[in-house]
């Protein structure tokens, strides 16, 4: 999927633009220099319903092509475009994307300073902060794609020119119910959606449990850790904390970070139930402020997102290299980490810093006026 620019046709052939079109789910921007064979092709076109959905035709010179920067996955360019400069295929490829030219294959790299979102917070630091050296305004609006409509609640990571999306299960609005518990993965350039998977029901994901990579998503839910394909969207192996583990109270994943090969997490026992909410309230509008089980967060042995195992995963060896067990719950919105410490938080009761190579207690601190500054558990 995603979007193909063909620049001029081979050998004059019509049908290569619409067999591109009937073979691929990709959206394909045709520009000929002729207006008599654009408007022949754009006929043929109408007659397939392709115009204007799949397909679409300009024509202009060679001397440049009529798309934004930034925005195809390939580029092909015909004999008759030989003229074409390379610095223009370029401008339109998006990074990571092809352009080919006859035997040559140009593929355009990814440019330095680009900042990847891998963590719902951007990092396992949990600040906010990008990184990226080359976003600058002035700005313009590169796509606006599907969904429009989202559920709540709703999480976004980004990494390798992919957006993951993960959406919730309320829909306030009935235009929100297509995507009830949906992960979505677009192109960042342009907003093909190029994969689509179905979500574990019943389990709570507005928390730190996604974490996208160059080429792989790693996401928590309340049954195991599942690594998936970044490209195709296959599940490629789980990881399961069981009874036989005897390290945690029971298998939700509550909190991730990954930094530097090794996968850190929180997890331990079930939560609320939570039930998909369909909606059948049409037009558009936001969600009231009501409070739904769970979110109260008066007991950490149901609420979401308290646990008292940490652990330490080799991602390559899927080997557990250390467990920390505490006998107070955790909360999973207080968790954050650095270069050498995890630092969490007992509701009321202390902050506790981890060593985080060798999964040891480091300190605690349980100062009145510490805990009195962070206010009550709400």
């Excluded at 045709?30 to 207006?35: I, T």
């Excluded at 990184?131 to 429009?148: A, C, H, M, N, W």
């Excluded at 297509?178 to 350039?189: D, V």
């Amino acid at each position: 999927q995603g979007i193909v620019a063909l620049i001029g046709l081979p050998d004059g052939q019509l049908e290569f633009a619409l067999d591109l079109c009937r073979g691929t789910e990709c959206i394909v921007f045709l520009q000929v220099d002729d207006p008599e064979e654009a408007l022949t092709i754009r006929k043929a076109a109408a007659a397939e319903r392709l115009l204007g959905t799949r397909l679409f035709v300009e024509h202009a010179a060679f001397s440049e092509i009529l798309l934004a920067d930034n925005i195809a996955d390939r580029v092909l360019v015909a004999d008759q475009a030989a003229a074409l400069q390379e610095n223009e295929l370029l401008r339109v490829l998006r990074p990571r994307g092809i352009a080919i030219r006859g035997n040559q294959r140009t593929t355009k790299p990814v440019p330095e300073g680009t900042d990847a979102w891998s963590h719902p917070y951007h990092g396992p630091d949990n600040n906010p902060q990008s990184e990226d050296q080359l976003v600058r305004g002035s700005f313009r609006t590169q796509f606006i794609g599907y969904p429009k409509f989202s559920p709540m609640p709703e999480q976004t990571v980004v990494a390798g020119g992919r957006i993951y999306k993960a959406m919730g299960h309320i829909a306030h609005k009935a235009n929100q119910n297509e995507m009830l518990n949906t992960l979505l993965c677009i192109n960042a350039y342009n907003g093909s959606i190029l994969w689509r998977r179905s979500l574990t029901e019943g389990f709570m994901l507005h928390r730190n449990t996604m974490i996208a990579t160059e080429d792989t998503l790693y996401m928590g839910d309340d049954k195991s850790l599942k690594i998936i394909d970044g490209e195709s969207g296959e599940l490629v192996d789980e990881i399961k904390i069981t009874k036989e583990d005897h390290i945690s109270d029971g298998p939700v994943w509550k909190w991730m970070a990954l930094r530097q090969g090794v996968l850190y997490a929180m997890v331990g026992n079930t939560e609320s139930l939570i039930e998909t909410q369909k909606s059948m309230r049409r037009g558009l509008g936001h969600w009231p402020w009501d409070m739904w089980d769970g979110h109260e967060y008066e007991d950490p042995r149901t609420s979401f997102g308290f646990g008292r195992t940490l652990i330490a995963i080799d991602l390559n060896t899927r080997q557990r290299l250390w467990h920390y067990r505490d006998e107070d719950f955790l909360d999973a919105r207080a968790m954050c980490m650095n270069d050498s410490q995890i630092y969490c938080y007992a509701p009321g009761k202390f902050i506790a810093s981890i060593d985080l190579y060798t999964g040891k207690l480091k300190w605690k601190n349980s100062d009145p006026e510490l805990l009195d500054a962070i206010g009550d558990n709400e």
